[in-house]
């Protein structure tokens, strides 16, 4: 499995696994699998949600796995001249990047500059009642730290999807996924609201993704009915 984000290729072992094959629907929930028009043969491209169901079912990297690439990756950047990048992809509980890169704070062994941001992506389907307490366990706020490695926000929150399925007003690419395509909104605007009121009661910032207009709007609708109740402006 090949993943790009947004979009994943998969071979026929992977496809098989998770049960994808010729009688599987095209349009999956909050997500496409693209079939071969001659066949009706899955062809392995994979957008958003049968995406997320593949990475679900692989094998999760231990704590060792995640210190040695974290080891590799630092010697990547610094070859290449990078000194400071975002971590996007903490999720938890429990939130082991975050932990980790501690742990290597205190042993002197960070080589380039740590933010980390805290990706969100289980409270896509969490009750709302429940995000409050869940976004309280990162224990940290947005700035928290130093230099060498600091708390960022929570995001990036992917509200919608990337070239083919971004979030729009108007239809569009109606030949490949049918009529009234709009593309693929990947939050709820409740639970959307009940993130960003929980971010802002817990002094965490907020990184969102928007690539179309519709999920733009639902964005800055978001924030500016947060900020009414806690301004959130520096």
């Not at 094998?59 to 610094?78: A, C, K, P």
Request: hydrophobic fraction near 45%; include cysteine.
């Amino acid at each position: 499995v090949n993943v790009a984000f947004h979009r994943a290729a998969a071979n026929s072992n992977a496809l098989e696994a998770l049960g994808i094959g010729p009688e599987t629907p095209e349009n999956w929930g909050t997500g496409w699998v693209f079939k071969d028009p001659a066949t009706g043969e899955p062809n392995g491209h994979l957008l958003e949600a049968p995406m997320f169901a593949m990475m679900g079912a692989e094998r999760q990297e231990t704590t060792e796995e995640i210190l040695d690439g974290i080891d590799r990756v630092q010697e990547l950047f610094l070859r290449h001249g990078i000194t400071s990048v975002i971590d996007q992809g903490d999720v938890g509980p429990p939130f082991r990047n975050f932990q980790l890169l501690q742990a290597l704070w205190q042993q002197g062994k960070l080589k380039v500059r740590w933010r980390v941001n805290h990706i969100g992506f289980e409270m896509a389907d969490m009750p709302v009642e429940a995000i409050h307490d869940h976004l309280g366990t990162l224990r940290v706020r947005s700035g928290f730290g130093d230099p060498w490695l600091r708390m960022g926000a929570v995001g990036e929150l992917v509200l919608d999807g990337f070239i083919e399925d971004a979030w729009d007003r108007q239809p569009y690419a109606e030949d490949v996924f049918g009529e009234g395509w709009c593309g693929i909104a990947l939050y709820k605007p409740d639970t959307v609201m009940a993130i960003c009121r929980a971010a802002a009661a817990h002094g965490l910032q907020m990184n969102v993704h928007c690539n179309g207009d519709a999920a733009l709007d639902l964005a800055l609708d978001t924030m500016e009915k947060i900020h009414a109740e806690t301004p959130i402006t520096g």
